[in-house]
């Protein structure tokens, strides 16, 4: 069983280490759960936080959250 704030501990430091996509992954996990559990303010900010390292790593990945 995980504790709470598992997914974003993990998401913290792969995003340290450079590991874009699987923080990102990490961070939606702990929204879809933050989501599960009532907590829409966290989910929200769990979710922008995603998106945040989504675009800096547009240049790399092709990503866009403009949807262009």
Known sequence: SRLPG???R????LQAAGCTEAAVEQYLTAGRE???????RRAYGLAEQ?????DR???DAGIS????
């Open 57 to 59: 790593g547009n240049g």
């Open 10 to 13: 993990a998401a913290s430091h």
């Open 6 to 8: 598992d997914q974003t």
């Open 34 to 40: 933050a989501v599960a559990h009532g907590d829409a």
């Open 65 to 68: 959250s403009d949807g262009g």
């Open 50 to 54: 995603a998106l945040t390292l989504l």
